[in-house]
C-alpha cells in the first residue's frame, strides 16, 4: 500500500508498515464472509418464511377440503331415505313415516352442525352414529338389530375425534355384511367404544356374509361397483396426513366358525384429544 504526499513538482511516497496491510486485507476479507453470513441469513429467512406460508396454506386448504367431505354421506343413502318416507307416505303409514322423517331431519342436523369441525366430540359423534344406524334399521324393515355399548370408564364428552371417520365402516357392515344374509338369519351388528392408552378404540363387529362372500357377490350383481362411503372415508384420512393430524389405524378381521365366515370385526384406534369445548 502506498501513501502520497506532495504537490505537482514533488511526489513523496511513504510506505505503510506491514502490519497494517495485514489489517487492512484481513478487515476485508471479515466484512466479505460477514456480508455473505448476512446475505445467507437473508435469502435462508425468506426461503423458510415462504415454506411456513405454504404449509399453512396446505393446512387450510386441507381443513376446507376436510370440513367439505365431513358434510357428505352416500348419496344411495340420502336418495333411500327419500324412498323410505314417499313408501311409507304411500302405504298411509303416517305415524311410521314421521318418526322416520324426524331421525331423519335430525341426523342431516347432526352431520351439518359438525360439517365445519375437523375434531367433533366423541358423544355427538356417537350420537350421530346411532341415529345413522336406526334410520338404516328401519329403511330396511329391521332385517337387523344392533347394540352400542360405551365403557363405562370412557368418558365420551372429554374427547374430540376426526368427524365421519367411523361412519362408513358401519355403513359398509351393512350394506355388504348383513344384507347379503339369507333371509331365514336376521343379521346383528355390534358396535362399542372404549380406551386404550392414548387410543380411543371402536369395534364394528357384524355377523354378515364376510368380505370374500361379498366381493364375488359385487362382481356378480354389480359390475364396476364402487363403494362412495368407504372412497369418502379414505379421501379423509389423506387429508388428515397433509393436516399433519393423527390418522387412524384399522384393523380388518374375518371371523370364522367351522371354517365357514361369520361375519367382520373392524377396529379403529383413534388418538384422542381433549374436546376444547371444556
Known sequence: SIILFGGLSTLVYAIAPASFIIAAISYTIVGFFADIVFFSAAVGYKIHK???EKALLDKQLAEVQLTALSAQMNPHFLFNCMNSIQKYVLKNEKEKALAFLQNFSELMRIVLDNSSKVRVPLNEE????EKYTLLEQQRLDNRFDYIFTIDPELQADFFEIPGMIIQPYIENAIWHGLMNLPA????MLMVKFSNLDKFIVCNI????????????LQKEKIPGYKSYGMDISKK????????KEPVPEVLIEDLVENNESCGTRVTLFIIAAQNQLL
Open 50 to 52: 415462504e415454506i411456513q
Open 126 to 129: 356417537i350420537n350421530m352414529l
Open 184 to 187: 331365514n338369519r336376521k343379521g
Open 205 to 216: 363387529e357384524d355377523n354378515g356374509v364376510g368380505r370374500k362372500k361379498v366381493a364375488s
Open 236 to 243: 379423509r384420512l389423506e387429508l388428515l396426513k397433509l393436516e
